[in-house]
């Protein structure tokens, strides 16, 4: 029954990075084995993503969950992911909780991180809903917008990092292009498609097609008045073969 997404707080001793963060778990336990992903993040920009294991302990309705290896993160520079392990109750009181404390090691060292206290409660929809993340070892990408089915007249605009680079355009048959870069030194590109109108046919949508030297994607990005979609795309050095 603990199945689903669960979101609020975690507070860090001081000498962290923070003396709070947002905390997003999203847990599914088979018997007693316990898998998932958590964000923790300032915002929707500024985030680590794991993935964890765990289990989970019927009769004191306590979880303990171990992150894992890190998929995706985008921090301060001055700041370190730490590796945590959680040991969470559940109580349904006023509305049910998780809580508990957690503690970890600085990434890639033996160092404590300054432990802290979980609070969560359940939601129905992720704070990362609609954020597709596709990983790619090469800096150059063409993105391809169509009007996804039926063209009806849907008008985008497009932002990069927050920085507005197509304004107003009608998708059709024909493409509105559009070309990133990244490497090592810009190692995230989010680009968020925002819906201008919703066309005859709401809502917004598009087809969206990523184009790199090395591989061809497909996506279906749909966006209204009130929710935008968004890509992020990681930058992974590409792996050195042995002679």
């Not at 507070?11 to 962290?16: E, M």
């Not at 809580?99 to 991180?113: F, R």
């Not at 979980?118 to 609609?130: D, M, N, P």
């Amino acid at each position: 029954m603990l199945n689903g997404i669960w979101k609020g707080t975690m507070t860090q001793a001081p000498g962290g990075c923070f003396p709070e963060y947002n905390l997003e778990l999203q847990i599914k336990i088979v018997g007693k084995q316990v898998t998932g992903v958590c964000y923790h993040y300032s915002d929707t920009r500024n985030y680590v993503k794991k993935f964890f294991e765990g289990e989970y302990h019927e009769r004191t309705k306590n979880i303990i969950i171990r992150e894992q290896n890190i998929l995706a993160f985008h921090i301060p520079e001055d700041c370190t992911p730490c590796v945590k392990t959680y040991d969470l109750w559940y109580a349904n009181s006023n509305g049910e909780l998780l809580s508990g404390d957690w503690l970890g090691k600085v990434l890639n060292t033996g160092a404590s991180c300054q432990p802290g206290h979980i609070t969560l409660s359940r939601v129905k929809e992720s704070a990362f809903e609609g954020i597709q993340e596709i990983a790619v070892d090469t800096g150059n990408i063409r993105l391809d917008f169509y009007d996804n089915g039926y063209v009806d007249d849907d008008s985008i605009s497009v932002i990069v990092n927050n920085k507005v680079v197509l304004s107003h355009e009608k998708l059709g048959a024909k493409p509105v292009t559009l070309n990133i870069h990244m490497d090592a030194a810009q190692p995230i590109q989010e680009v968020v498609m925002q819906a201008e109108n919703q066309g005859s046919i709401p809502p917004n949508t598009a087809l969206l097609i990523v184009t790199t030297p090395r591989r061809r994607y497909q996506l279906y990005l749909q966006s209204t008045q009130k929710r935008n979609a968004a890509v992020r795309f990681i930058y992974e050095a590409p792996v050195s073969k042995p002679m």
